[in-house]
Nanobody
């Protein structure tokens, strides 16, 4: 079973960029559907993007065209490149791994977009 740890969050100005990383241990990401979710204060957790074990990639409508999810199997790491950030992107970002009935979440990394 895989365990995941996120990093890369921080404070960025509107229009800026950040890259989040999700490093896995215990098992290879190759066999998991890996995704990013986010949760803003007072709001429900929102799906951001997924890269499936098949390689298929999907994005939520609010980030399509601005965010890019990718994976590096050699490093067992999934990335979320976030460009053209705006204050509405402020949230805790979580990495998620899913294989059948098994699901794992990271502890989250804070992203704050503010001038």
């Amino acid at each position: 079973q895989v365990h995941v740890v996120e990093s890369g969050g921080g404070l960025v100005q509107p229009g800026g960029s950040l890259r989040l990383s999700c490093v896995g241990s215990g098992s290879s990401f190759m066999f998991y559907d890996m995704g990013w979710y986010r949760q803003a204060p007072g709001k429900q957790r929102e799906w951001v993007a997924t890269i499936a074990s098949t390689g298929v990639i999907n994005y939520g409508n609010s980030v399509k065209g601005r965010f890019t999810i990718s994976g590096d199997s050699a490093k067992n790491t999934v990335y979320l490149q976030m460009n053209s950030l705006n204050p509405e992107d402020t949230a805790v970002y979580y990495c998620n791994g899913r294989q059948g009935a098994y699901e794992v979440w990271g502890q989250g990394t804070q992203v704050t977009v503010s001038s």
